[in-house]
């Protein structure tokens, strides 16, 4: 189903005959189609764009062009390397004086710093993009609308997330950007089921705000099917499998990791399939299941948990903990749950100074 965005796009495209107008709407086309998941015409639109203007002869499309590129990094592999586009394309926008451009590719540095952990980086783009939207800049300021609503959020700052939510399904209905709005619905509900795997760490989940949140996945799966998009379907499966871990449901939860890792796709920037099997390994133990969850442990390099940020590693080593000892492997099980109080920790200091960074930000007044 193709959305207004979209057709707006199409509809400019075809009453527009200038090759650099052309071409930054091709761009903007190409950020689309990545968004929502159809990562080969993103593609095709991009190399197209590479090869008439790869030489640099319109800084405007450059910039663009290293958006989309940026934008595609991130949907299709989670890629940290997308932030060395955006940030490129954000320094070009600031050098040429273009506030639109500064602003549009400051939004989408904020939300890949935030998703990164870099939350001086990502404050810092956060101004920039404020400090140079205009009224017509409805691109950048929903994606940093809904930048600040999922922030706010992981800080458990509920009400001020939903006012910045609401600013961004504000700008996203203007737009008519079913991405958006897909957008808006995952990452609330999304950021809410991982917020109820870290309290069950140190507490028992009220089941009432439990099965809230499992509503919140399956409107945002359904909102993602009726507006065909894509982008998201490995990450609901992996919003659903933590619910159903949270439910006792284990046996259904394999299914949805089991398609989780046939994905082959990161479920977070720092995220390895290491967090999935340390969550299928609890499941096959919880189940009894001891050949599956020794054959789950040969698969992993727990290593490679070092790698991840804190908040994956508290969840990750708490699965393990719990699987290690439901087998009887007791020695196991105290190492991993030392290492799930030391990520805590630190995902508590992480969120400290989050919240003081946040706080110039609480107002969602700061953009019109």
């Known amino acids: 189903m193709e959305s207004p965005y979209e057709a707006r796009i ?30 080969d015409d993103a ?3 991009l190399n197209d764009l590479r090869r008439d203007f790869g030489d640099g002869r319109s800084g405007r499309v450059t910039v663009m062009m290293m958006c989309a590129e940026g934008v595609l990094a991130y949907f299709r592999d989670l890629d940290p390397r997308a932030h060395e586009r955006l940030a490129r394309a954000q320094l070009l926008s600031v050098a040429a004086k273009s506030g639109p451009l500064s602003a549009l590719t400051s939004a989408w540095l904020a ?6 952990h870099r939350h001086d980086d990502m404050a810092r783009a956060i101004r920039m993009c404020l400090g140079t939207a205009c009224s017509t800049d409805l691109q950048a300021k929903c994606r940093i609308s809904l930048t600040l609503g999922d922030a706010f959020l992981v800080t458990e700052q509920r009400p001020i ?24 619905t995952y990452n609330q509900a999304a950021l809410g089921v991982f917020n109820w795997r870290l309290a069950s760490l140190e507490s ?15 409107s945002a799966r359904n909102y993602q099917g009726i507006a065909q998009l894509r982008s998201l379907d490995h990450l609901l499966d992996d919003a659903q499998a933590s619910i159903l871990i949270l439910q006792h449901r284990f046996d259904e939860a394999i299914s949805s990791f089991d398609r989780v890792l046939a994905a082959s ?23 009894g299941r001891r050949n599956d969850f020794d054959r789950t442990l040969a ?70």
Not at 204 to 218: G, I, K, Q, S
């Open 10 to 39: 199409r509809e400019d495209l075809e009453q527009t005959s200038d090759p650099t107008d052309r071409a930054i709407l091709l761009a903007e086309r190409a950020t689309y189609a990545a968004r929502i998941g159809y990562f």
């Open 265 to 287: 796709a990161p479920v977070s920037p720092s995220g390895h399939a290491i967090t999935s099997l340390c969550d299928t390994a609890l499941c096959y133990a919880s189940l």
């Open 43 to 45: 593609e095709i639109i």
């Open 204 to 218: 028992t989940v009220d089941f009432e705000l439990l099965n809230r949140a499992a509503a919140e996945v399956r």
């Open 111 to 116: 939300h890949i710093d935030f998703n990164l």
């Open 299 to 368: 698969r992993m390099n727990i290593a490679s948990l070092d790698s991840c940020n804190a908040d994956d590693q508290a969840v990750a080593y708490g699965a393990l903990q719990v699987a290690y000892r439901l087998a009887g492997h007791e020695a196991e099980a105290i190492a991993c749950e030392r290492q799930m109080k030391r990520s805590l920790e630190q995902h508590r200091a992480d969120i400290n100074s989050l919240n003081a960074i946040l706080e110039p930000f609480e107002e969602a007044s700061l953009i019109d």
């Open 161 to 184: 997330a939903q006012r910045w939510y609401a600013r961004a399904h504000e700008f996203a209905v203007k737009l008519g950007d079913h991405a958006a709005v897909g957008a808006l």
